[in-house]
């Protein structure tokens, strides 16, 4: 499994890759030798699928399809096409067939394109992990719950005295 880390505060901590069979409490980043500490602890069902967040041992868990970071690009190129040939700017065999194959790369990234788990409460990602069907898509409601707060406005930063 590979999990896209994030602390508390939703910040983006780093990348590891853990086999989840062994269940590595200690894992080191790739980047700066960090150390995280990861919660198995009632974090995986009977089947062996995660259930809550090993990072922040939060419970809540939604799916969502993982796009590569391309898909921006032909979303774009299908929209121009779809423009062109609207307004009848796109009539030669080569336009029509440079259209079909935007449009063939667009079906088949949206085909191919993996899910993942993240967690609502620090945003984690894992990746190459199988998902239980009792997951759910994300859900405002759920969201909501977990969104941060903003701290409490103090008399410094209002200008005010108590």
């Not at 960090?34 to 919660?39: A, H, K, S």
Request: charged share 25%; glycine share 6%; hydrophobic share 50%.
């Amino acid at each position: 499994m590979r999990i896209d880390l994030r602390d508390d505060a939703r910040r983006r901590i780093g990348r590891v890759r853990v086999n989840a069979a062994e269940r590595p409490v200690r894992v080191h980043l790739d980047a700066g030798g960090r150390e995280v500490f990861l919660n198995w602890d009632s974090a995986v069902d009977d089947a062996g699928r995660l259930r809550r967040c090993i990072a922040c041992s939060c419970p809540d868990l939604f799916r969502e399809k993982a796009f590569p970071a391309v898909t921006a690009l032909v979303v774009v190129l299908a929209f121009l096409g779809a423009a062109a040939g609207l307004l009848g700017l796109v009539q030669s065999a080569r336009g029509l067939l440079g259209l079909l194959a935007i449009l063939m790369l667009d079906v088949a990234i949206f085909v191919f394109s993996r899910n993942r788990l993240v967690c609502y409460r620090c945003l984690t990602a894992y990746r190459d992990v199988q998902i239980a069907k009792y997951v759910r898509g994300w859900d405002r409601a759920i969201a909501d719950r977990h969104a941060p707060r903003p701290a409490p406005a103090s008399p410094e930063t209002t200008g005010r005295i108590a």
